[in-house]
């Protein structure tokens, strides 16, 4: 079961779709304001135009899953991607992507099963992770605008919960994952600014949470909410004046190594 909707971390659906338009609009926003060609430091390879196609790529996928509510694995990516012919169109392109979002959300119940590859089999998983994939990426674009990024203390903490509880079934598409497998050792994840805390133990068949984030850990790691939602998607380097670390370094390194996706 989804750690998040037991502990009632994670936001209504409804406060996801208004986190989607708003954070899709922040993202367009400073789009238009920059050089398309600008490189993308969180996504090296990438520029300021390939972030925006793959948000609005995302975003439209998703939507067609929600549309069809799918039951079975995908087999393919196939969507209605309508892909603009000239690249400066890529920033309205991605308004139309998330207002094809918010129009595929009036078509399907959040608590309606369907196929996820994550921790919870609801329409609701999607809305979800389509939030936290558009807000990551819009700190992107401030980072390759050379703009600061402010992330809400709230939203942050739901989508550290909706990363660590998905993690352990990413596994497909991320293949270091398998990697995270121990005897026992715990890392703990603290937030500082909210009630967010979260202890990962990791055992010989994985790894999970548990349901006492108090206990004694091997590792700990405090930092404020948004500080640790970058540090979880590689964002923020744990070696960052933003974090306190106690306890074995080396397990966090591990960790770091291993939970990209």
């Not at 079961?1 to 926003?29: F, W």
């Not at 300021?48 to 393919?76: I, Y």
Request: with cysteine; net charge negative.
């Amino acid at each position: 079961m989804d750690k998040s909707n037991q502990s009632g971390r994670a936001s209504a659906p409804a406060v996801h779709r208004e986190a989607i338009a708003a954070e899709t609009a922040r993202m367009v926003a400073v789009a238009k304001g920059t050089d398309l060609t600008a490189p993308v430091p969180g996504c090296p390879g990438w520029t300021l135009v390939d972030l925006v196609k793959h948000t609005g790529s995302v975003q439209r996928w998703f939507s067609a899953l929600l549309r069809q509510c799918v039951q079975e694995r995908p087999q393919s990516r196939d969507a209605p991607f309508d892909f603009p012919a000239e690249d400066s169109a890529y920033p309205d392109w991605l308004t139309a992507s998330a207002a094809e979002a918010a129009s595929a959300f009036t078509t399907v119940d959040p608590d309606a099963p369907m196929w996820v590859w994550g921790a919870d089999p609801h329409a609701r998983f999607w809305i979800r992770r389509m939030l936290f994939e558009t807000l990551v990426h819009r700190t992107d674009a401030e980072a390759a605008a050379g703009l600061p990024s402010t992330i809400d203390p709230g939203l942050a903490t739901d989508g550290i919960d909706e990363f660590l509880v998905n993690l352990p079934y990413a596994v497909f598409f991320a293949p270091k994952v398998a990697e995270l497998r121990g005897d026992g050792e715990t890392l703990r994840f603290r937030c500082t600014d909210t009630d967010g805390d979260w202890l990962v133990r990791l055992r010989p068949d994985g790894f999970g949470l548990e349901p006492d984030a108090t206990a004694g850990a091997d590792t700990t790691v405090s930092g404020t909410a948004a500080d640790l939602l970058l540090l979880m998607y590689g964002r923020r380097d744990r070696a960052s004046d933003a974090f306190e670390v106690l306890g074995d370094e080396a397990l966090l390194a591990r960790w770091a190594a291993n939970s990209a996706f």
